[in-house]
């Protein structure tokens, strides 16, 4: 159960963080900041007692410090690693090449010795040697069957062959040119197709094992949320032996599990797994495979895409005829590893990649019909639905199925093995941890809801048991605080006088009061939207009412518009969720931060639906569980754009009058930063002016 936030320190590691931090603070050139220093003997404290912790920091406390500092003199002290996990490659990319580096020097000396520290991806984020050399290439979807697109890869394909004789780490991060998706995958393999060190005639000079034997010989490792969930739902060991793990992004770890945690299954996938299996199988068992994913095709086509709560007529039988369809061109492939007459892997990379598409697919398709096993809708394992996706050519129909909850998965893969630290800038929900601290498996008063908190007996997709009632994981919930004035730097302003926002995009009143605010700032305005339609909208409306430049996603490169609308104060940024937490931008560019509509998820999210009416089956509120939740979470993050640094001052306008109307504003609004309030345009306006004067 979580316990209470204070801070007592141990006479041992917490005892020398204070000091530590401070020589790493020196060395880099910075100042001592109070939640910096709160926030690192938190850290301290969690290792020496083994008790989980999740702390908020705001923007500006200097976090990453303040747990490297702790966990590197862990790390070197007990000769065990520790794990630090990202959501965003730009905060790895932060860690490996400007944090760690300048810390690990700083705390050198009074450690005794220079910490070492690496870079673990996923296998499919390096170039892999055996498939560059033996020629063995994934068959071209059938919508990329055009000159220009296959040229193209062409072309990408040779420059990367020809890279894999100067790199010394094969990593794509490292290409100075990027390539599309679909000529990396040329290049490289899944986990799953690899064929494994003891197999593989390459596997002395490779990039994926070079990377995971610096890991394993490294004080601190740095990975991504994605391996965390790999090596939590494989029974292999992916990530080198640690007792202490760091999560920052806390707050997109649910999220970014899921996705890894979800298979899908689809006309075209399994058309390419036929495809990769035809030199391999008899012409009856490839078109065996082939009429199986023309068969699910016509299903898919004649449903409408949403939450499946059980399975349509006829898709029973007809999914039970995929998955047997799909293990009898498994099965007539054979075994895998290289066999006499192989020529240098070749022929067994082509099994490997080809068992891997087909046991993908049979796996995906006994997981949908053992999902609908259980009558109750709401005590499903996993959620199942069909959906619509737009693609070049048109549209394309996938049935996917994921995780109800991730909560056991975590709790008894990564809770149960390891001390584990949880950051970010936005972990407070509603005024309380524990609506993000349920959805990590970690246990709450009063809340044993069981989508949210695995119960005892349930099993985890990597065969661990999740930890009995009686073994309570401890955490605890510490809030640092912010380097920042919030009351005196911003105002949160809240147009309660503008009709609640509909279906039917933006409506007068809100364009006009948008036109008013971006005009009173002299442009420097940052509109996070709900959807990349109402953004596209809004800036139509826009331009054609101000001179003043307005740029949207969708127009150029994120990265480009984002530079783009820092250099020129008078221009603004309109765009959707990327933007929502992915801006930094300190300065006079950045004045008005305007949020369109409260950002809810959508009605139709299957996902969100089946977990609210869970969480209303066993008594609590699906709606606040859920919808509220996730709204609360992106608020924050969007608002959060705003003060980026000290010096920062300005307004956060949100155009829906529902959060100082509805019964559900306040707990919104004890998830933002505490911004001086007002619902007053004429007092808004005047201090927009003000800035800009």
Not at 4 to 13: G, K
Not at 75 to 99: H, N, P
Not at 102 to 115: F, S
Not at 366 to 377: G, I, K, M, N
């Amino acid at each position: 159960m979580p316990t209470e936030a204070a801070d007592t320190a141990e006479p041992t590691l917490a005892s020398a963080t204070t000091d530590l931090l401070a020589v790493a603070v020196e060395a880099l050139g910075g100042q001592t900041r109070d939640g910096q220093v709160r926030m690192a003997n938190a850290v301290a404290h969690a290792i020496d007692t083994g008790e989980h912790l999740a702390v908020q920091a705001g923007t500006g406390t200097g976090k990453s410090l303040a747990y490297l500092v702790p966990a590197i003199a862990h790390a070197t002290d007990s000769g065990k690693t520790v794990v630090v996990s990202t959501a965003t490659i730009a905060l790895q990319r932060q860690l490996i090449e400007r944090d760690l580096p300048r810390v690990a020097a700083a705390l050198a000396k009074p450690l005794g010795d220079e910490p070492s520290f690496a870079i673990l991806k996923g296998r499919s984020n390096y170039l892999c040697l055996n498939k560059i050399h033996g020629g063995v290439a994934d068959e071209p979807d059938s919508e990329l069957f055009d000159a220009f697109e296959l040229s193209r890869t062409g072309r990408e394909v040779t420059r990367l062959r020809e890279w894999a004789s100067d790199t010394e780490t094969g990593d794509r991060d490292d290409l100075e040119q990027g390539v599309s998706d679909r000529s990396w995958r040329q290049v490289s393999v899944t986990a799953r197709e690899c064929l494994g060190a003891a197999n593989c005639s390459f596997a002395d000079d490779c990039f994926a094992e070079k990377a995971k034997d610096e890991a394993a010989h490294s004080d601190v490792v740095v990975t991504n949320h994605a391996m965390l969930a790999i090596d939590a739902l494989s029974p292999a060991t992916i990530l080198p032996d640690h007792d202490v793990v760091v999560i920052d992004e806390a707050h997109e770890l649910t999220d970014r599990i899921t996705s890894v945690a979800t298979d899908e299954l689809s006309a075209a996938s399994i058309t390419l797994a036929a495809r990769r299996a035809a030199k391999l199988i008899d012409d009856e068992l490839v078109d065996d495979v082939i009429g199986g994913g023309e068969l699910l095709e016509q299903l898919l086509e004649d449903a409408a895409p949403r939450l499946l709560t059980s399975l349509p007529t006829g898709w029973d039988s007809a999914l039970a005829s995929l998955r047997d369809r799909l293990w009898r061109a498994r099965s007539g492939i054979g075994p895998v590893r290289s066999a006499p007459g192989d020529s240098d892997g070749e022929a067994a990379a082509a099994r490997s990649a080809a068992v891997t598409a087909l046991e993908e697919l049979h796996d995906a398709a006994v997981r949908v019909l053992t999902s609908f096993e259980e009558a109750d809708p709401t005590k499903r394992r996993d959620v199942v639905w069909l959906a619509e996706e737009r693609t070049k050519s048109g549209s394309r129909r996938v049935l996917r199925i994921a995780p109800l909850s991730v909560g056991g998965l975590l709790r008894a893969s990564l809770f149960a093995d390891s001390t584990v630290i949880l950051t970010s800038a936005t972990l407070v929900v509603g005024g309380s941890f524990d609506a993000l601290a349920t959805t990590w498996g970690l246990p709450v008063e009063g809340n044993q809801s069981r989508t949210e908190v695995a119960t005892t007996g349930d099993v985890t997709a990597s065969g661990k048991a999740v930890p009995a009632d009686d073994e309570v994981l401890r955490w605890r919930g510490v809030d640092v605080g912010s380097p920042f004035d919030y009351p005196r730097s911003a105002i949160l302003y809240v147009a309660k006088h503008l009709p609640a926002p509909g279906r039917g995009g933006a409506s007068e009143e809100m364009l006009a009061e948008l036109e008013k605010l971006i005009a009173a700032a002299g442009g420097r305005t940052l509109g996070l939207f709900s959807s990349m339609r109402a953004a596209q909208e809004a800036a139509e409306a826009l331009r054609e009412r101000t001179d003043r430049t307005i740029l949207c996603q969708g127009e150029d490169s994120t990265s480009t518009l984002v530079r783009k609308f820092s250099e020129d104060p008078e221009t603004s940024l309109f765009g959707t969720l990327s933007l929502w937490q992915g801006v930094d931008v300190p300065g006079p560019s950045l004045s008005l931060v305007v949020i369109d509509r409260i950002p809810f998820p959508r009605p139709d999210d299957p996902l969100a639906s089946a977990r609210a009416r869970a969480i209303e089956a066993s008594g609590g509120n699906g709606f606040m569980a859920v919808s509220a939740n996730h709204a609360a979470l992106l608020l924050a993050q969007g608002a959060g754009r705003l003060l980026r640094s000290t010096d920062d001052k300005g307004v956060v306008a949100v155009l829906d009058s529902r959060l100082a109307t509805a019964r559900y504003g306040n707990y919104l609004l004890a998830s933002l930063p505490p911004f001086w309030r007002t619902t007053d345009t004429a007092t808004v306006l005047a201090a927009l002016e003000r800035l800009t004067a």
